[in-house]
């Protein structure tokens, strides 16, 4: 594993979604959260860095976007 690069491109999340969503007969929803992740996580990741802080980013992640922007675009129970 040592020098191999992981990659996990959301083309890639978005096949599997999409393939166990027909497998299963769901609907699948994309919710696109690119800007709101931009302007919140990675500019408080980036500010805390120059800050020379170590940040945790999925921490604000889960408070920002998942129980924040992604409640307030789609809602508490779909």
């Known amino acids: 594993m040592e020098g191999e ?6 083309e890639e999340d978005i096949e599997m979604a999409t ?21 919140s996580v990675m500019t408080y990741t980036l500010d805390r ?12 992640c889960n408070k920002l976007i998942k129980f924040g922007s992604f409640e307030q675009k789609v809602g508490r129970f779909f």
Do not use: Q
């Open 5 to 10: 690069e992981y990659d996990c491109s959301a």
């Open 19 to 39: 393939f166990i969503a027909r497998k299963y007969c769901l609907k699948l929803e994309i919710v696109d959260l690119h800007r709101e992740y931009w302007d």
């Open 49 to 60: 860095v120059k800050r020379g802080l170590t940040p945790n980013p999925d921490v604000m």
